[in-house]
């Protein structure tokens, strides 16, 4: 639907442009009528082309990754370790690894 959108802008900007030429009287004015609606569809041709492929690229360039899956409890030192040990325990001390359970030992969060 995008590049239909762009590629009728483009036709329509490029015919635009041609038809805006008077017709000249003098083969010299009609040379110089012909190069600038030249000029201003190639332009305009490019333009349109170059922001279509930009957005074509700009939708696909990061993969879709799913969210990761834990079963259990995640491997000690990683970031959902580290997670996981804060939210569970309040004493939790993350330069250690250990938390003072209610018994009052200090036990590794596993």
């Not at 030249?38 to 690229?57: E, K, R």
Request: proline share 7%; charged share 15%.
């Amino acid at each position: 639907m995008f590049k239909k959108t762009i590629a009728t802008f483009a036709l329509v900007a490029t015919l635009a442009s041609a038809a805006t030429v008077a017709l000249p009287t003098a083969e010299a004015e009609a040379r110089g009528g012909r190069n600038a609606a030249f000029a201003i569809g190639a332009f305009t041709g490019l333009a349109v082309g170059a922001i279509a492929a930009n957005a074509h690229q700009r939708h696909h360039y990061r993969p879709h990754r799913p969210a990761p899956v834990y079963y259990g409890r995640p491997a000690p030192w990683t970031p959902g370790w580290y997670s996981y040990c804060s939210s569970r325990y309040r004493s939790f001390n993350p330069h250690t690894g250990y938390f003072r359970g209610y018994d009052g030992r200090l036990h590794f969060c596993r």
